[in-house]
C-alpha cells in the first residue's frame, strides 16, 4: 500500500505569512550561505573544502531575539521578493522547507514534519531516483498513519536519510529549511532528553540525525536566541556534525 503525505501535510507548514513581502538588507547571511553551499558542492563527494563536519555533514543555526526578522529571512531565501534576491540564484536549491508555528500544533508534529519534506523532495525532483526509493515496503511501512507518529526517527531514516545517501549526488549542494525549529520546546528539555529516547520534538529529531545527513546537503534552522538549550542541542559535544551560529 503506498502512502501519499496529504494535503493537509504540506499547507501550514510549507507556507509563510512573510511570503511575498519585500525584504531589505541581512545581505551578509545570504553570501554566507551563498559561501556554504559553494563549499558543500566544491568539495570531494560533496564534502566541504574546509572539511569541517563529519564526513561534509555540518549546518547553519540562525539565532535572533523576537521580531528580529528570522522568518523574514527564511520567507526570502525560499521566495526572493526583489530582483536582486532572485539574481541570487539560491532559492532553486532549496530541497525542502518547514516553518515551525506556535499557533499550528500540527507544524510541530515531527511526524508530519517528516511526511512534509517527504512530499516536497518527491514533487522537486531534485534528486533523481529518490520517487522509487521511497515507494519501497520499508520506506511505505515507516510512512503509514500513526507509525509515523509513534516513530518520526525511523521515518526519517527510511524515506529521507538512505534514499537521499543512496542517491547520485545533485550537480549543486541543496539545503534544508526548518524555521523556529525550536518552536514546541520547552527550555532546557533539549538538555533533558536521554540520548536513548525517541525525539518528541523536531528539533529533537533534526539534532539526533544531523550527522547522517549527505555531505551535499546544507541544514539551515533559526531559533531564538534566549533558547540557549536549543543552541546546544545542535552544537554540544554529543554531535559531531556542528552547526555553525549566526
Same mark, same amino acid.
Not at 532549496?94 to 516553518?99: I, Q, S, T, V
Not at 515507516?142 to 516513530?151: D, S, T, W, Y
Not at 531564538?224 to 559531531?240: D, E, H, M, P, V
Given at each position: 500500500m503506498r502512502t501519499i503525505p496529504s494535503s493537509s501535510d504540506v499547507t501550514m507548514a510549507h507556507t509563510s505569512l512573510?511570503?511575498?513581502?519585500?525584504?531589505?538588507?541581512?545581505?551578509? &547571511?545570504? +553570501?554566507? /550561505?551563498? +559561501?556554504?553551499?559553494? =563549499?558543500?558542492?566544491g568539495g570531494p563527494s560533496g564534502a566541504p573544502a574546509g572539511g569541517a563536519g563529519k564526513a561534509g555533514s555540518w549546518g547553519v543555526?540562525? &539565532?535572533?531575539?523576537?521580531? #528580529?526578522?528570522?522568518?523574514?529571512?527564511?520567507?526570502?531565501?525560499?521566495?526572493? #521578493?526583489?530582483?536582486?534576491?532572485? +539574481?541570487?540564484g539560491l532559492h532553486p536549491q532549496?530541497?525542502?522547507? +518547514?516553518?515551525c508555528r506556535a499557533d499550528h500544533a500540527d507544524t510541530l508534529c515531527a511526524g508530519a514534519f517528516v511526511r512534509g519534506l517527504v512530499a516536497q523532495i518527491r514533487r522537486g525532483g531534485l534528486v533523481p531516483g529518490y520517487e522509487e526509493k521511497v515507494l519501497e515496503p520499508a520506506a511505505q511501512g515507516?510512512?503509514?498513519?500513526?507509525?509515523?507518529?509513534?516513530?518520526p526517527a525511523e521515518a526519517f531514516k527510511r524515506c529521507v536519510l538512505l534514499p537521499l545517501l543512496s542517491a547520485k549526488p545533485p550537480p549543486q549542494a541543496l539545503f534544508l529549511l526548518v524555521d523556529s525549529v525550536d518552536e514546541g520546546?520547552?527550555?532546557?528539555?533539549? =538538555?533533558?532528553?536521554?540520548?536513548?529516547?525517541?525525539?518528541?520534538? /523536531?528539533?529533537?529529531l533534526l539534532a539526533s540525525q544531523h550527522d547522517f545527513l549527505p555531505p551535499w546537503l546544507l541544514l539551515i534552522c533559526s531559533a531564538?536566541?534566549?533558547?540557549?538549550?536549543?543552541?546546544?542541542?545542535?552544537?554540544? #559535544? #554529543?554531535?559531531?556534525a556542528k552547526m555553525s551560529v549566526w
Open positions: 512573510l511570503q511575498g513581502k519585500r525584504f531589505y538588507c541581512r545581505d551578509w &547571511v545570504f +553570501h554566507k /550561505i551563498h +559561501h556554504c553551499l559553494q =563549499e558543500k558542492t543555526l540562525l &539565532v535572533g531575539g523576537p521580531g #528580529s526578522g528570522k522568518t523574514a529571512l527564511c520567507a526570502e531565501l525560499l521566495w526572493p #521578493s526583489s530582483p536582486q534576491g532572485v +539574481h541570487r532549496g530541497l525542502a522547507f +518547514h516553518f515507516a510512512l503509514q498513519p500513526g507509525e509515523c507518529e509513534r516513530n520546546c520547552q527550555p532546557g528539555e533539549g =538538555e533533558q532528553r536521554s540520548s536513548a529516547g525517541s525525539p518528541r520534538t /523536531i528539533a529533537e531564538r536566541r534566549q533558547n540557549k538549550a536549543i543552541t546546544k542541542l545542535f552544537t554540544g #559535544s #554529543s554531535s559531531s
